[in-house]
């Protein structure tokens, strides 16, 4: 009996962990999503801003709109349980202690990419320049400090 | 001299190839993402809809229009070179070459997600249940047929 309690309870508690792990590595994946969504957005609106591809109006404000809601989304993704995580990531220790400096990043990739996404659908794509280096300048300052490079 | 342009050229086409390869394989990954994100959300609105956790018409508005913005996005993944990617995935060879229907399902997933993200703010949760279970009726029915299960 005692054995089956025992059991029972080593049982509990590494489902418990493991389920625990579970959820906090799906806030990494999480947020890693949505960079590798914003990024693939952005890329494509860059090569019609630099002349890569054609530029199109209409498709460059859907893809301006997906960056403005994306931006919105990382935050959440960022709880300090997944400091620890063991998946592969790019996040440096500093995010967990200079969290007010983060957030206003954050905040400021918000602002810039609904600016961009509201001066969109413009006919002249060098209109947007000045936007889209914006959102640009505010990815670059949060790497700068927040991702490890590879 | 003929050894070096040998090198040269099987250099270039082992880099042509590897980035090409590089380049289907983003749209999986791509697709993946959204899929993941819409998950998370729609999970998040679900334990919310049964009262698993507090209901919060602001969090359920915002998760739901973050559902409706990312419905837009996954039908950009679905190109037909990455049939072969050897990336795990769940497409089912059907999306392939049942296109019409596979492109009405991800629209009816764009409208029913609107309507959601249009309702959501309600006071009364219970106002958000035929909404919500049309979007997860959406999600299923695409499942069932292109979806493989693991």
């Not at 060098?126 to 640009?136: I, P, S, W």
């Amino acid at each position: 009996m005692r054995k089956l309690i025992a059991g029972i309870v080593f049982f509990m508690s590494i489902a418990g962990i493991s389920q625990a792990e579970v959820a906090t590595d799906d806030y990494v994946t999480y947020r890693q999503s949505v960079f590798n969504l914003m990024g693939w957005h952005f890329k494509q609106m860059g090569a019609m801003i630099q002349g890569r591809t054609d530029y199109d109006a209409t498709e460059f404000k859907q893809r301006a709109e997906a960056v403005a809601a994306l931006a919105q989304m990382p935050a959440e993704g960022f709880i300090p349980e997944t400091r620890d995580t063991q998946l592969p990531h790019h996040v440096k220790p500093e995010v967990w202690y200079q969290t007010e400096r983060f957030d206003e990043l954050m905040q400021g990739l918000v602002v810039s990419t609904t600016e961009l996404a509201k001066q969109a659908g413009a006919e002249d794509k060098d209109d947007l320049r000045a936007a889209f280096g914006k959102v640009a300048r505010q990815c670059k300052s949060c790497h700068d400090r927040y991702r490890e490079r590879m």
